[in-house]
């Protein structure tokens, strides 16, 4: 189900207590994305999500991008055991070695893939399917999911499994599962907003 709220658009029920979650859901989330550095930001981000809330890792983007380099996949692939001491003393992300660690062996993975990140995950982008009627009809994982999570874990990715790389493929447009009655267009924002987050 939809829900109306102060500025009287019809949205998806999750992202409705506070403006940066709303904000997120209207500008970004489900929006086609392109870009190995980008794309690998959201890799990330859903890796360090497994096990808390996706609000709490957006709070903590910000400081995400400070840290990891703005996501550079070559900058990060180049961090050592320093950039781990670092990053696990970082109050301002989520400071959990074995994700950290990850990320760090998922950069030098990217950096090593012949066509490149985005090449690879948009390979696995399922055709388009209507959308969903209610949020019970969005599904945790997909055929797709789970071979895309098979193919990153074979290539040596980590924290790549099935839910977190369906999660992936709706945060980046491979999939769009806003619900039929959402407002948001498949097509990119009209108002011209910059996306921020």
């Known amino acids: 189900m939809t829900v109306p709220v102060d500025d ?8 409705l207590n506070s403006q940066l979650y709303r904000d997120y859901h209207d500008y970004e989330w489900s929006r ?8 690998f930001e959201r890799l990330c981000l859903e890796a360090f999500q497994s096990g808390l809330s996706w609000i709490t890792i957006l709070r903590k983007r910000p400081a995400f991008r400070a840290a990891f380099a703005e996501f550079s996949i070559e900058r990060v692939a180049r961090f050592g055991d320093a950039d781990v001491t670092r990053l696990l003393a970082d109050a301002g992300i989520v400071r959990n ?4 660690e990850a990320a760090i062996a998922n950069a030098r993975v990217a950096r090593d893939l012949d ?12 055709p388009p399917r209507p959308r969903p009627r209610a949020h019970g009809d969005i599904p945790a994982t997909t055929p797709e999911s789970v071979a895309l999570a098979k193919e990153l874990k074979r290539r040596g990715f ?4 099935p839910t977190t790389a369906y999660a992936l493929m709706q945060a980046t447009g491979m999939v769009d599962d806003h619900l039929a009655d959402c407002w948001v267009s ?10 921020t987050f």
Not at 8 to 15: A, E, S
Not at 97 to 100: G, Q, T
Not at 158 to 161: E, I, L, N, S
């Open 158 to 161: 980590r924290f790549v499994g």
């Open 186 to 195: 498949s097509d990119p924002p009209a108002t011209g907003r910059p996306v």
């Open 115 to 126: 066509s490149g990140l985005d090449a690879l995950l948009w390979s696995f982008a399922p």
């Open 97 to 100: 070695r074995l994700k950290i």
């Open 32 to 39: 086609t994305l392109h870009g190995d550095d980008a794309l």
């Open 8 to 15: 009287g658009r019809i949205r998806c029920p999750w992202p």
